[in-house]
């Protein structure tokens, strides 16, 4: 693995060995010492020209647990605020010899852009591009689910036959679209509920089903309900007459939420407005996998980067005695 741009470039062994190795570095995260030599002497830019102090600091955990070292580049208070481009930021850290790039861009494609491009020489990952991708976070939901579907024998497994259902603002959201495709790959059926306003203008975007009606689509009994954080600071319009309405609508509220099967499970990426597309007692319950998925994403992260910056092989022995 040198990138990782999109889930889309994913085959479902692919996506299953990331898992797979994800599994591994979580035994890491409940030892005393919570520390691998995977990464040392290596050098992991967190290159972030959004905010987004959640997945930086989960990067920077899943770095410093591997050995790496990690310097955090914020857009804000940088050259980049001068007028300096992404080509001479990059060009600039490279000379100072780096190993690997975590890069957050407001724009779609950008971290495509900087892998293909010849300014650098080291693995990309992309923590979130515009309104396109965040690759990882779909990789620790669905991990996330594995591990509450599977248990100890998550292993090897997809998520066939698995029914997910994700609420809100598609048409803003990176998360949906990484998770329509890699929860397809890995063998889900996915649906989005939402008003047409908050959907790709297609019948079947990101080759998910959708529902205009959400009670209908929870009427159907998902395995997974993800609510998705409405995107107001990409918002350019009003998509909806007033928060009060969109909830009515279209939060998963206390009453929807009573009405679901106890197997249910309750996933929001975060950060989440409590009350708008959520409600507390929703995300407090036991089924909600919130505070999980946080946990998860250092994990998943951890196999990202390590399996980005030493590019190891395809059958996960090498993690696996990496771990050991």
Not at 76 to 95: F, I, M, N, P, Y
Not at 278 to 302: F, H, K, L, W, Y
């Amino acid at each position: 693995m040198r990138h990782l741009l999109s889930t889309a470039d994913l085959s479902r062994d692919q996506a299953v060995h990331i898992l797979d190795v994800a599994e591994e570095m979580s035994e890491v995260n409940t030892r005393e010492v919570r520390k691998l030599p995977a990464l040392r002497g290596k050098t992991v830019v967190n290159l972030f020209f959004e905010d987004s102090t959640r997945t930086r600091i989960s990067f920077e955990a899943a770095a410093k647990r591997l050995s790496a070292d990690v310097l955090n580049f914020a857009a804000k208070g940088s050259s980049v605020s001068k007028g300096e481009s992404l080509k001479d930021t990059v060009q600039t850290l490279g000379a100072m010899g780096i190993d690997g790039i975590v890069l957050r861009h407001g724009a779609s494609g950008a971290p495509r852009v900087l892998a293909d491009a010849d300014w650098i020489d080291v693995p990309v990952v992309n923590a979130g591009d515009g309104t396109h991708e965040h690759p990882t976070q779909a990789l620790l939901d669905a991990f996330t689910m594995r591990r509450r579907l599977h248990g100890a024998g998550s292993r090897g497994q997809g998520l066939d036959g698995v029914r997910v259902l994700i609420i809100g603002d598609v048409l803003h959201s990176r998360v949906a679209r990484s998770n329509a495709w890699l929860l397809r790959t890995l063998g889900a059926a996915v649906t989005f509920a939402a008003p047409p306003t908050l959907l790709p203008a297609t019948t079947t975007p990101f080759g998910a089903a959708v529902h205009h009606d959400l009670d209908a689509a929870l009427a159907e009994d998902p395995d997974v309900v993800m609510t998705l954080r409405i995107q107001q600071e990409r918002m350019n319009d009003a998509f909806f007459p007033n928060p009060r309405e969109y909830t009515r609508h279209w939060g998963l509220t206390a009453a929807r939420f009573g009405r679901l099967p106890e197997r249910t499970l309750i996933m929001h990426p975060g950060p989440m407005n409590r009350g708008l597309e959520i409600a507390g007692v929703a995300a407090d319950d036991p089924r909600s996998t919130v505070v999980e998925q946080v946990e998860n994403g250092v994990s998943v992260r951890m196999a990202v980067l390590y399996l980005a910056l030493t590019g190891s092989a395809v059958n996960g022995t090498e993690a696996k005695e990496t771990v050991a």
